[in-house]
């Protein structure tokens, strides 16, 4: 049998690295096969129902962001998880808008399926999470976080801490929902503290308006 044909090698720890390249290329390629340029990228709450403010907020937003994207000459693509909540909102709104609806998703124990407003060709399922961030971040132009967990929350300082060290390109991050995030995490006290500096908060624009939001990364994108 051919080793590539044997999947008690594939699936074993010798045939890992074969794993994690397969990831790396699967993703490459459905991005070039489809000519996405740019990303925008969304995440937030698997766990926000859709009758909620931020559900509504993030859907809108990511229709604004699709039609403008559309009469871009690169190819945009809204990109999320591919899950529930904030992501099912922003696929939703780029489904609605015209515009590519990209998922990266992950296998996890819950919230398994992804959500309906994922184009068919532009869905692939990660089993490694530093590879799903590496894409997130690779092509993203920018990228907007709405309130969430600990999921959320990995993603967010993970972009975070590669723009902050200059590993990814310099690109527009909204917090949406300025009450929680100041809640959440005291800012300030990174800064009093010397943990970062008063510059590492440029990264970083709070807003709690879809059409403030808009304008704000349209000028930046």
């Not at 039609?67 to 529930?84: D, F, N, R, V």
């Not at 690109?171 to 300025?178: D, E, I, Q, R």
Request: with cysteine.
């Amino acid at each position: 049998m051919l080793s590539f044909n044997n999947l008690n090698f594939i699936n074993s720890e010798h045939g890992r690295p074969v794993r994690i390249m397969s990831e790396f290329l699967a993703s490459k390629a459905m991005l070039e096969n489809n000519k996405i340029n740019k990303t925008i990228v969304m995440f937030g709450s698997a766990r926000i129902s859709r009758e909620n403010k931020y559900y509504k907020a993030a859907s809108e937003l990511a229709y604004k962001l699709g039609k403008w994207a559309s009469g871009q000459p690169e190819k945009y693509a809204i990109c999320t998880g591919g899950g529930p909540g904030i992501m099912e909102a922003g696929n939703k709104g780029a489904k609605e808008s015209g515009a590519p609806s990209l998922a990266f998703c992950i296998e996890l124990p819950f919230e398994q399926d992804t959500n309906p407003y994922v184009d068919e060709n532009l869905e692939i399922e990660f089993h490694y999470f530093f590879l799903r961030k590496f894409w997130f971040l690779a092509k993203s132009s920018a990228i907007i976080v709405f309130p969430g967990g600990w999921g959320t929350l990995d993603e967010t300082f993970e972009a975070l801490t590669m723009l902050q060290n200059k590993k990814t390109n310099k690109v527009p991050l909204v917090l949406f929902g300025t009450q929680f995030w100041k809640k959440l995490i005291n800012w300030q006290m990174l800064i009093d503290e010397g943990m970062i500096d008063q510059k590492d908060m440029d990264f970083i624009y709070f807003s709690d308006n879809v059409d403030d939001s808009f304008e704000h990364l349209k000028g930046k994108l």
